[in-house]
């Protein structure tokens, strides 16, 4: 059983109770933002939590077990609270959440309800909803390396050893047009082969998304230039003229680290680990049939 502290016990056996609730954010940027359901803005720990946001959450539930429990908070998308283009831009992806018990007439006395941190956001006609999950939630996520038939490392890290700033993986571009929130066409990256930024990244330098960065989905060739389709919309819509750099991407295979990096001996997957063919394999005349390869 958890002890309340003695004020807000006290508060409680009064038969008349101002309590309220309150909900402090910490993004990924390290912003701290506060709000509360009561009619007006509360200061609790140098935070103030901001009223007005039509922010609310749903039913504090817990259970047994690593499983989502489904609380939620939510509210409208407006300037004083959480914008749309926050949002996209994967400031709040992640962002840990106190849940707090408030006594607005004294916002001092407080209990901290719940810890977590914010999950699959979902947003329309002007409002999110963001999904809350608790600290456990981290024991249901993988730990360490996985053995798999693909590379474990990031392009360029120091596992992979693959300097990114080297020109043949590195280039400076600029839009040329918008053909979508995800996709642009760009002009700077004619000596390129089609793919070499795949799963590479992207990284605004000028225009009103200085700054933003995101992984880069696929690369084509278009009939007047290059064509990159991204994985997360800007904050702000692009613009011709808007200046980036961009670096290579991998796939993971070994017949990429192979072939085009030349990288063999830092690869740091197990290509010839047998796949699930082996648990099918089948006798067959002659050549073929299943023998647990793993496609490099």
């Not at 963001?130 to 798999?148: I, K, M, T, W, Y």
Request: charged share 20%.
């Amino acid at each position: 059983m958890r002890a309340l502290p003695l004020a807000l016990q006290s508060a409680l056996d009064s038969g008349a109770t101002t309590l309220c609730h309150g909900w402090r954010v910490t993004r990924r940027d390290g912003r701290v933002q506060g709000f509360t359901d009561h009619d007006r803005d509360l200061v609790l720990a140098g935070v103030t939590f901001r009223a007005g946001t039509i922010v609310a959450g749903s039913e504090n539930a817990l259970a047994q077990g690593l499983g989502v429990t489904g609380m939620e908070f939510g509210g409208a998308l407006c300037d004083a609270a959480l914008t749309e283009d926050d949002l996209a831009a994967g400031y709040y992806d992640g962002a840990a959440v106190d849940l707090f018990l408030i006594d607005w007439s004294d916002p001092a006395v407080s209990l901290l309800l719940r810890r977590g941190t914010i999950g699959e956001v979902r947003r329309a006609d002007g409002a999110f909803a963001a999904e809350l999950r608790s600290l456990s939630d981290a024991l249901n996520q993988s730990r360490g390396r996985v053995f798999a038939g693909g590379c474990d490392a990031d392009l360029g890290d120091a596992r992979c050893g693959i300097d990114l700033a080297a020109p043949a993986h590195r280039a400076t571009a600029a839009v040329v047009a918008v053909e979508g929130p995800l996709r642009l066409l760009a002009a700077g990256l004619d000596g390129f082969a089609p793919g070499t930024f795949s799963e590479g990244r992207i990284s605004f330098t000028s225009g009103a998304d200085a700054g933003f960065s995101v992984e880069v989905k696929s690369h084509a060739a278009g009939p007047s230039g290059a064509v990159l389709q991204l994985w997360q919309r800007p904050p702000s819509p692009l613009a011709p003229g808007d200046a980036f750099t961009v670096t290579a991407g991998c796939d993971k295979r070994f017949s990429t680290c192979r072939d085009r990096f030349a990288n063999t001996a830092n690869f740091r997957g197990f290509p010839h680990m047998p796949g699930n063919d082996l648990v099918l394999a089948i006798a067959v005349p002659g050549e073929g049939g299943h023998d647990g390869a793993v496609p490099s």
